[in-house]
Every structure is written in C-alpha cells, then in structure tokens.
C-alpha cells in the first residue's frame, strides 16, 4: 500500500524538486511494518502535450528502467508501474542526493560515467535530459531520472551533455549494446516486457536506434540551438 505525503512535504532534509507534470513522494509498505520511499507520477497528472500520446509517460519511465536493466548501465532507480493513492501511474523508488549538484558540476570529473547517460539516452531518445536529471546519490554514485519523453519514433533528442557529443562510445558500453540486439528481436525477452509500456512502431524503433548505433558508435553532433531542453536544470 501507498501513503501520500504532503506537496513540498520535506523529503529527507531537502524538498523534492517538482516538475510540469504532478509528481509526488509516497511511502510503500514493505510488508514487513517498514516502509521505502518513491516518487510517483500518476497517469492523469500529465500535462498534455502535442507530440507524445497523452496518458503514456509514466509507461515510459518504466520502459527507460527496463531497458537500463537490461543492458546493466545506466544506474536508473527501481521504476514499476501501479494503481497508486491518485490512479495507475509510475512508482521509482527515491533516491537521497544532493539537488544543488547536477550534470554541471559533475561533467568533467566522471566522464565514463556520464557517457553512460549519454549512450543511454541516444538509444531511448530522451527528449528531456536536463542537468538536474543527473543525481550524485549519497552512495557517491550517478543516477539518472526523469525518463517520461522516451522512445518516440521520430528523433527527438534534447539534451545538455554537449561537451560530450561528436565523441565515440567507451569500448566498454559496447557488449551492452551488443546484448539487446537478440532481446528487440521478435519473441525476445526485452521485447516483450516492453510491449506492456510500448507500441509496438516504438519498439521497432528503438531496435533501428540500436542497430544504427552499432554500425558507428559515436555520439552525433547536435545543435545546441535545437537539441537543447529548456530550461536546462
């Protein structure tokens, strides 16, 4: 069961960031007397908007988590879709960070971590990548959030890790990449946990991503003018 908490109720000493959409912090019974936070984002909180189908991005924020687990990187908090105190929507388990600490002040110093996000966010075509999606944990590790504008058919790419567009992928992202190719083939497994949050021309898609980014491993040079989320924290 989930417990609604408060707008702007305090998250761990520091209030949780909201966005556009109606995103709230909820308390889950673990079923053992204790409880762990999420952050949840009802299905009817979505705001509307003219280019994904309305009623969808919590479903993406599930398949951009099924897709991380699957190759092994980026590390995306534990995403799953429910019926919720406000209706069906997503559930992403919350993860302590500092928010004052974004893409900003970490590109440079964690660069093959970044690339991860980078990569990832190529193949599921993030249209939202905004510094403050970029968690520094306090595990000292990089989380990446925020994954409603994913996986849209046509290129819709916008993003603030710049400084590291033009540049080919770590040979170590590689086999991640290499694994899916039979997991998006018709009957595979990834396919088909998709299909429960995905179209079927989406998951099509995203296997076209994938191939193109096996034939060059590169990062494409974007326009900064276009490609880039406003605002960009």
């Known amino acids: 069961m989930a417990h609604l908490l408060r707008m702007g109720e305090i998250a761990g000493g520091r209030r949780l960031a909201w966005g556009s959409n109606h995103t709230f912090l909820v308390l889950i019974e673990d079923g053992r007397g204790g409880s762990v936070r999420a952050v949840y984002k009802p299905r009817d909180g979505e705001r509307p908007l003219y280019d994904f189908p309305r009623g969808t991005l919590y479903k993406r924020e599930y398949a951009a988590f099924v897709v991380s687990r699957a190759m092994g990187w980026p590390r995306v908090p534990v995403t799953v ?24 002040d970490l590109a440079g110093e964690r660069v093959e971590e970044l690339f991860e996000l980078a990569v990832f966010d190529l193949l599921v075509n993030n249209a939202d990548r905004k510094a403050g999606h970029c968690l ?98």
């Open 81 to 104: 879709m429910r019926d919720g105190p406000l209706g069906p929507g997503s559930m992403q388990l919350f993860v302590e960070s500092d928010p004052s600490v974004t893409y900003f």
């Open 136 to 233: 520094l944990g306090s595990d000292g590790e990089i989380w990446s959030i925020d994954h409603g504008l994913t996986f849209h058919r046509e290129p819709k790419i916008r993003t603030v890790m710049l400084d590291l567009w033009g540049r080919p992928f770590p040979e170590s992202l590689v086999p991640g990449l290499e694994a899916l190719a039979p997991e998006l083939e018709a009957g595979g497994g990834l396919a088909e946990s998709l299909s429960a949050a995905l179209p079927q021309d989406e998951i099509d898609a995203l296997a076209g991503r994938l191939r193109a980014m096996l034939a060059d491993p590169a990062l494409p040079r974007l326009d900064p003018y276009r490609n880039v989320p406003w605002p960009p924290v």
